[in-house]
Structure formats: structure tokens, C-alpha cells
């Protein structure tokens, strides 16, 4: 059996309704129509002849060149044959004002499909791939297919077990880092609870307040184990300069650890931080 046929196929138009033989050609085919038929017209050759040109250029007919005459159809006619019926890949259109003469210009145009041509064509090689895949590939996937289902109904029961078990692993991780979690928390805070409990932490904080510039607002100042925080917004930058300077003369420590103006504010921002 061949995977992929070439074929003919005839279609007759008449009375502006296309007659097409269904039984010649499979959905997967790969067919050239041959229309003939009371509707075709032609014209005979001229290079002086503009209308000639029209009709190659028209995207609303078919249309064959021969060597004396172009023969030409709208397309609607042979389009308008029943939408129930299969539906092979057409790669071309031979036109022609009697069968013989459409089907052996449709001959010249199926001899020039090769497999070449299919690769390079993307929509015909899809009609190529579908016929091999519902011939050949479907029944193999079909195989599997239930193998799989008769798999999943046979360890599922164990599927559900091992899942039981890992989730259980993960809850028993996620308790042990939140412990975790909470006992840092607990040491930090007992920490810096120390910190600010000394005297020194004291005299710090009113050394930082009593050097504020009068154009200085602070936001935050807070107290650690490791050293202190300032944030606050000021007018003019040079109020912000000023304030830095006197904490760096009593904190060396000192790190500017940004100073910007957000968009739409006319405020500076300023965040500072300083190591004991």
C-alpha cells in the first residue's frame, strides 16, 4: 500500500456548478484538478493584448497557458461543488476547454511533483505527514496509548502512596524551617533588645538627634545589634550634605546608603546606616 498517491482529478463546469468524481481521490491525496466544461473560456494569445495580463494577475480565476491560448474559470464555480465531500490536497489547477486537453496539461503538472517539492512545500507536506501519521503512526500511538492506561489503573494505588509520603516529608521541612525561622527571630530580638538597653545606645541616639539640620525631617531611627539606621527627607540637598557631615565626624562607620528625589515629590530622601 502506498502511503501517499498522486492523481487527477476531473471536474467539470457547467451552468456555473462544478462537478466533481469523489471517488477518484482519498482525503489524503495529493490531486491536480483538471477543469473543463461549458464554463471555461479562453483567449488567444497576444503580447499586445492587456487582457491577458489581467487574468494571470486575477486571484479570482484559474487559469492554464498553452501555446496558442489561455483558457481561464472563476474560481467560485469550481469551489462550488458540495462542502461534504472529501477534501484532498489540490497542488494545482489544470484548465483547459475539453478534457482531453485539460487532463494532459494536468499530467505535466503531476509529473512534476517529487519528493523534493514536498519537502519544500509546507502545506503539502502536511498533507504528506497526515497521511502517514493516520496511516501508519496512529495505530502504533493507539498501542501505547492503551498500554498506558492499563498502566496507570495497575499503580496508581502505589502512585497515591509514594505522593502521600513526600508530601508528608515536605510538611515535616516546612515545620522545622518555620522553628527555625522563629528561633532566629527570637535571638535577634533579644539581641537588639540588649542593644538598645545600653546606656551607650543612649548617648548614640542623642548625639544623632542634636546634630539634625533645621531643614532635616527623620522618618526613622532605629537601633540594632549591629548599629544604627537613619531615614528622613529634607528640602534641599545641601541640608542632607550638612547632616552626613556631622554624624560622619562622630560615626567614622558612616555609609550613605541612598539619597534621591522620587518623581512627583519635591522632597529628598535620604537612608543612612552606621556600624557600632
Not at 484532498?88 to 487532463?103: D, Q, S
Request: some cysteine; glycine content about 6%.
Amino acid at each position: 500500500m502506498r502511503l501517499i498517491s498522486k492523481r487527477i482529478l476531473p471536474v467539470e463546469v457547467n451552468g456555473g456548478s462544478a462537478v466533481i468524481q469523489d471517488g477518484l481521490a482519498e482525503k489524503e491525496d495529493i490531486v491536480i484538478l483538471s477543469v473543463f466544461g461549458s464554463d471555461v473560456s479562453s483567449r488567444a494569445c497576444d503580447d499586445s493584448d492587456p487582457v491577458l495580463s489581467r487574468i494571470e494577475r486575477s486571484k479570482d480565476l484559474y487559469w492554464t497557458r498553452y501555446s496558442d491560448k489561455i483558457c481561464y474559470v472563476r474560481k467560485s464555480i469550481v469551489e462550488s461543488s458540495p462542502s461534504d465531500r472529501k477534501c484532498p490536497y489540490v497542488a494545482g489547477v489544470a484548465v483547459g476547454e475539453t478534457r482531453c486537453e485539460a487532463e494532459e496539461q494536468a499530467k505535466n503538472m503531476l509529473s512534476a511533483i517529487d519528493w523534493k517539492r514536498i519537502v519544500g512545500d509546507s502545506d503539502m507536506l502536511d498533507a504528506v505527514t497526515g497521511r502517514i501519521f493516520s496511516c501508519e503512526l496512529l495505530p502504533v500511538l493507539g498501542f501505547w496509548l492503551v498500554a498506558l492506561l492499563c498502566n496507570f489503573f495497575l499503580f496508581s494505588s502505589l502512585d497515591r502512596r509514594v505522593n502521600a509520603m513526600r508530601l508528608s516529608q515536605q510538611e515535616s521541612k516546612r515545620e522545622a524551617k518555620a522553628e527555625m525561622e522563629v528561633t532566629g527571630k527570637q535571638r535577634q530580638m533579644l539581641a537588639d533588645y540588649k542593644a538598645m538597653s545600653l546606656p551607650k545606645s543612649s548617648v548614640d541616639i542623642d548625639a544623632l538627634s542634636s546634630v539634625v539640620p533645621d531643614g532635616i525631617q527623620l522618618t526613622l531611627l532605629s537601633v540594632n545589634s549591629s548599629g544604627f539606621r537613619i531615614k528622613g527627607t529634607a528640602e534641599d540637598v545641601s541640608d542632607i550634605t550638612e547632616y552626613s557631615s556631622s554624624i560622619h565626624r562622630k560615626f567614622p562607620s558612616l555609609e550613605i546608603a541612598s539619597i534621591d528625589r522620587p518623581s512627583g515629590t519635591s522632597l529628598y530622601q535620604f537612608d543612612f546606616k552606621m556600624m557600632r
